[in-house]
């Protein structure tokens, strides 16, 4: 069955300080791998998006990991501000699935305190 | 700079009536989706369009009707609403098969 993990459920960390999200799937055969912040009342907006060959992509704080291998990706938040806090969210596409073919995680839902 | 919106933004109807739900995008994208979003599920798509006239089903797609005539609409109706369809909408555009989708703001939808 496909499928997309996240861990952990939430998450509460000091403003400064660093973090890791994780997500491991099941999606086979893999296209690529996207992660969303998803802000309380919002939609979610795209931070990254990674193919099968690429193991690291960041954008500004956020860096996001993928080992296809072990069907594992990580994302990583430096020196955190009061405005990470939301939803964060994997999804990964199957190779060959329709553009509607996405499967999504749950989320992780960090909260950052000063 | 609109981007792409949804309206209503929070809607409350009863059992049993239609409501439709809009959704505009101002980038010409070829792809718009309609997804739902509950407590304890992922994002579940409901339906998707590649181009006006071309609709396709989704994971979720019982109870629920769309339609594309024009590339920048995508409207999605509940013929006959369940306290079930209560949830938040979501609406989202992209240009091709491994592009980023861009999500609009969301409808919140209350069944009564």
């Known amino acids: 069955k496909n499928q997309v993990e996240q861990s952990p459920q939430s998450l509460i960390i000091l403003e400064g300080k660093n973090c890791t999200l994780q997500c491991n799937y099941t999606v086979s055969p893999f296209s690529n791998l996207r992660w969303y912040k998803q802000d309380t009342g919002r939609g979610p907006v795209s931070l990254t998006i990674m193919t099968f060959s690429e193991n690291t992509k960041s954008n500004g704080r956020y860096t996001a990991?993928?080992?296809?291998?072990?069907?594992?990706?990580s994302l990583h938040i430096t020196a955190s501000q009061l405005s990470d806090s939301a939803s964060y969210i994997c999804v990964v596409k199957r190779y060959g699935g329709s553009q509607g073919n996405l499967i999504f995680g749950k989320g992780t839902k960090?909260?950052?305190k000063p | 700079d609109a981007g792409i919106t949804q309206s209503p933004r929070y809607k409350i109807t009863e059992t049993g009536r239609q409501v439709t739900l809009m959704c505009h995008q101002t980038w010409s994208h070829s792809y718009m989706f309609w997804y739902r979003q509950d407590l304890g599920h992922g994002l579940r798509l409901i339906y998707y369009s590649a181009?006006?006239?071309?609709t396709d089903k989704g994971e979720v797609p019982d109870g629920y009707v769309v339609?594309?005539?024009k590339t920048e609409n995508f409207p999605l109706?509940?013929?006959s609403a369940t306290r079930?369809?209560?949830s938040v909408y979501?609406?989202?555009?992209?240009t091709g098969v491994q592009e980023t989708q861009?999500?609009?703001?969301?409808?919140?939808l209350l069944v009564l």
């Open chain 1, 65 to 73: 990991t993928l080992d296809a291998d072990t069907k594992q990706s």
């Open chain 2, 90 to 94: 979501f609406c989202a555009s992209g």
């Open chain 2, 102 to 108: 861009y999500f609009g703001p969301g409808t919140r």
């Open chain 2, 77 to 79: 109706t509940l013929e």
């Open chain 2, 51 to 54: 181009a006006a006239d071309i």
């Open chain 2, 84 to 86: 079930s369809q209560t």
């Open chain 1, 110 to 112: 960090l909260s950052v």
């Open chain 2, 67 to 69: 339609s594309r005539s």
